[in-house]
């Protein structure tokens, strides 16, 4: 053994060794006291840089489901007042419901208009003024917004929200009275043979959309083109619907007039027939027993045909009825009404025969104004010494209303100028009807009222169920995104933070080599003192 007292080279091994463990014991019990595995740069670079990145997109995470709270925050404040644009508008739809109907005078459909100007403007208020920390939400400007609701850069969502103040609210209209075509001397089958089928060159587009197909004959007919519209899904997905009502009034009833003129001694022989044929739909066929309602009245003497008028309505409406017609009939202050619920062409044909023998003449006629109001064609028949026949006929196309939520056109070339116009141009763009142009003074305008305002309804329901819909897709972005903070925080710290159970498991280790470690350095340090032993 070579001892020396100049270096002492176990006690400075030792004090190294020692000096390392103060440092690791150090080291983890900064770990153990601050939570952090990692206290800088160097104790794990390539996991610092990690953990910061995951940092950030935690952090950004964080302030993505923030963005998405402020924006659900505002949508929730425009779809309730949304909410509250459809009650009243619903409760406008009732009162011009009410106001549609007839037993109304002229005060309570007054009244009934104040009440519904009333809610249009605080429809057109609550659209103008609900806002989001000063950003208007249902007044138009909102469109286009981008909610940055990711830790990227593009991970948005852009929403908007549809105008839905009262001047913005309403239906797109094409309306038009169906016209009537009268003749005294024309059969029915013969006056809708001719303009009245539809040819190659008719059309009906609405919206771009050609309806032609569905329309082989009889396109003149309200109901047919309403049903035709009804029926297409690719206008009912553009909120396009349309519906056909058909009525007429006659003059005062006074039935079929017979008059029985005897000459010579002798009295005559004769007879007189009437025949009112009432046709529902497009029907070129007036002896078709499933579409037409036939009543006849016979007399031999001078009289009136038909006289009772409640009698022939009572008719018509039993025959109706058997049939599975809509047409009705009804008594209006001493007139005959007319009427088709479901809006299809009304056709009346009466046949007049006379016969008589040579010692006299009969004469049958009828005004086919009590039929259809404002004509003045008479049907007339007289015979003497044989028969003579006549017949005169009328037809009523129903009205035709059609409605959309947004801007459409329509082309009814051909159709819409000859005889048998449907009463609206015959290409044009639909116009727009809003809540401020709403008017229940009678029943025409109330009926159309109820067309505009549920078109408003439809399109406030569409926008609520679009926020909705919104809402709903932040909030389950913001589950996921709050899973995924989740997630990367958790990473994080697998990386970041100190696992204690180890950590303690090394500052003991550490702990127990520094007590050793000053143990042996005592020792170590003891070994020169040997030397004296030799010099003794």
């Known amino acids: 053994m070579a001892l020396k007292i100049n270096f002492n080279a176990e006690a400075a091994v030792t004090h190294t060794a020692l000096l390392r463990n103060e440092r690791a014991m150090n080291k983890s019990l900064l770990r153990i006291s601050t939570g952090n595995r990692i206290l800088s740069a160097a104790d794990d670079a390539a996991g610092l840089f990690i953990a910061d990145q995951l940092n950030v997109v935690a952090a950004a995470l964080q302030q ?33 419901q009410s106001a549609a109907n007839d037993i109304n005078d002229p005060n309570a459909r007054a009244a009934l208009q104040r009440d519904i100007s009333y809610l249009v403007d605080a429809i057109q208020k609550i659209g103008t ?74 059309s009906v587009i609405v919206n771009g959309i050609s309806l032609n197909s569905s329309l082989t004959q009889g396109a003149v007919d309200a109901y047919s083109i309403a049903s035709a519209i009804n029926s297409n899904s690719d206008l009912q997905l553009n909120g396009i619907s349309a519906r056909a009502s058909n009525s007429m009034t ?90 088709s619920e479901e809006g299809k062409t009304i056709g009346a044909q009466v046949t007049l025969s006379a016969s008589a023998d040579d010692n006299g003449s009969v004469t049958v006629s009828f005004d086919l104004n009590q039929i259809f109001g404002g004509s003045s064609a008479v049907v007339s028949s007289t015979a003497s010494d044989g028969t003579d026949t006549n017949e005169g006929s009328g037809v009523k196309v129903g009205d035709l209303t059609i409605a959309g939520i947004d801007a459409y056109s329509y082309n009814f070339t051909g159709i819409s100028t000859n005889n048998a116009g449907l009463g609206v141009e015959a290409s044009d763009d639909a116009t727009a009807k809003d809540l401020t142009t709403l008017n229940v003074t009678t029943n025409r305008d109330a009926e159309l009222a109820l067309d505009i305002v549920n078109k408003a309804l439809q399109k406030v329901d569409k926008v609520r169920t679009q926020i909705g819909s919104v809402i709903n897709n932040l909030q389950a972005i913001w589950d996921g995104q709050k899973a995924s903070f989740d997630n990367t925080k958790e990473a994080e710290n697998v990386i970041r933070n100190t696992d204690f159970a180890e950590e303690m498991s090394t500052f003991t280790t550490m702990q127990i080599r520094m007590q050793s470690g000053v143990a042996m350095l005592a020792q170590a340090n003891a070994l020169p003192q040997l030397v004296l032993q030799l010099l003794r």
């Open 64 to 96: 993505g489901n923030r963005n998405i709270q402020t924006g659900i925050s505002a949508l929730q404040i425009a779809e309730t007042n949304v909410g509250q644009i459809f009650d009243k508008l619903q409760t406008i739809y009732t009162k011009a």
């Open 129 to 202: 003024d609900t806002e989001y920390n000063g950003i208007k939400l249902l007044d138009g400007t909102f469109s286009d917004k981008v909610i940055h609701y990711g830790a990227r850069a593009n991970q948005t969502i852009t929403v908007g929200i549809a105008d839905v103040r009262a001047t913005k609210l309403g239906a797109f209209m094409v309306s038009g009275t169906g016209k009537s075509f009268v003749s005294s001397s024309e059969a029915y089958s013969d006056i809708i043979t001719g303009d009245w089928q539809f040819s190659t060159a008719d």
């Open 250 to 339: 006659g003059a005062s009833w006074a039935g079929v007039n017979v008059t029985f003129t005897p000459s010579g001694t002798d009295p005559m022989t004769g007879s007189a027939t009437a025949t009112i044929y009432i046709t529902e739909g497009f029907n070129t066929n007036v002896n078709d027993a499933t579409k037409t309602i036939t009543l006849t009245r016979s007399t031999t003497s001078t009289g009136t045909l038909f006289s009772n008028l409640d009698s022939l309505v009572a008719d018509i409406n039993s025959e109706a009825i058997n049939k599975g017609l809509s047409v009705r009939a009804y008594v209006s202050e001493g007139r005959l009404l007319l009427k």
